[in-house]
């Protein structure tokens, strides 16, 4: 996470979950939040998380937060990490 936050995509999901999925986390196993808002300005921060097992890895990156934040935290009962709208993974 501080190689992407220290280079030019500090606020790009796909750089996270990229570089994630390069340290050997299952790609399928990952969620992230929109690097843009509904009305088409830059995200104030991005989430990002990997379920592992019964818990996930969530980071949270952003102008808003000030240095990256990472936590473990339980899984949720639905299977996923983050609550609300979060975009495909498709690539």
């Not at 979950?17 to 939040?33: E, P, R, Y």
């Not at 995200?43 to 934040?69: K, N, T, Y």
């Amino acid at each position: 996470m501080s190689g992407v936050w220290s280079g030019p995509d500090q606020v790009s999901g796909r750089a996270y979950i990229d570089a994630l999925t390069a340290a050997g986390f299952d790609k399928s196993a990952m969620q992230v939040t929109a690097d843009y808002s509904t009305i088409g300005n830059a995200a104030e921060s991005i989430e990002f998380a990997v379920r592992l097992g019964d818990q996930c890895l969530v980071g949270q990156v952003g102008p808003s937060i000030g240095d990256p934040v990472t936590t473990v935290l339980p899984g949720l009962s639905s299977g996923g990490c983050l609550i609300g709208q979060t975009r495909t993974i498709d690539w």
